[in-house]
Nanobody, 124 residues
């Protein structure tokens, strides 16, 4: 299984970016997916999660109301729409997949596969 994250870049504060995470080697419609991020010198933290069907989403308080996670199972892809970006959103963003039947979206150890990360830099 490979997860390919893309869509990162440099954006001004207040701007928007859309990240994509394309999966190969596995049909992910039966898997929950998550987005995490890691800023320099900090631990990896949960950003958003989405259920298998896309009917349930879960967000970190720091991004709630600004970020939206979605998925297109026909394309085997998960997205993270990021609006009203702030400098503190600067980080490497990772997508992850869990095929566990029981998991917590925010628990890193529950995820089985990780993408390589895409850099998001927000300037003031």
């Amino acid at each position: 299984v490979q997860l390919q994250a893309s869509g990162g870049g440099l954006v001004q504060a207040g701007g928007s970016l859309r990240l994509s995470c394309a999966a190969s080697g596995r049909t992910v419609s039966s898997d929950a997916m998550g987005w995490f991020r890691q800023a320099p010198g900090k631990e990896r933290e949960f950003v958003a999660g989405i259920s298998r069907s896309g009917g349930t989403t879960y967000y970190a308080d720091s991004v709630k109301g600004r970020f939206t996670v979605s998925r297109d199972n026909s394309k085997n892809t998960v997205y993270l729409q990021m609006n009203s970006l702030k400098r503190e959103d600067t980080a490497v963003y990772y997508c992850a997949l869990t095929y566990a039947s029981s998991y917590a979206y925010a628990r890193i150890k529950d995820y089985d596969y990780w993408g390589q990360g895409t850099q998001v830099t927000v300037s003031s």
